[in-house]
């Protein structure tokens, strides 16, 4: 079922502002900026090790992420983790009764397909499942 962690998404108010500590003071390498329309965020990845840090930048007020940075300001948002077959997953945890945001995959950065959990069933942490893009 899950394969590793994908990433963790860290919320920010300003990429170009938060994209130099761990591009430069971090050694990570930076795999660039894209905006997901669906998601109402810009996101820049830089990848450690077999994972990445997702940070993500609202582009609207009305964005998940803009309320989020409202409530609780910059810090972790989300954990990701690899799956390979998302609606199975998904399918898997539904009959298991776990509570689920999405029960149907979406789009996500760099082509991927994504659902998240609810933090009610995941112990309080946003939860996102991720399969790769083909």
Do not use: W
């Amino acid at each position: 079922m899950t394969k590793k962690i994908n990433h963790i998404g860290i919320a920010v108010k300003s990429l170009e502002a938060s994209i130099p500590f761990y591009r430069d003071m971090m050694g990570m390498e930076f795999e660039g900026t894209e905006e997901v329309a669906e998601q109402k965020v810009k996101v820049a990845f830089l990848v450690v090790g077999e994972s990445r840090i997702e940070l993500l930048e609202p582009t609207s007020e009305d964005s998940p992420v803009a309320k989020f940075l409202e409530k609780n300001g910059e810090g972790v948002h989300h954990m990701a983790y690899q799956v390979e077959n998302l609606e199975a997953t998904l399918a898997d945890l539904k009959a298991k009764g776990v509570r689920l945001i999405d029960e149907v995959p979406r789009s996500g950065a760099h082509g991927s397909r994504i659902a998240f959990l609810h933090p009610k069933a995941t112990g309080s942490v946003l939860t996102e499942l991720c399969e790769a893009g083909h």
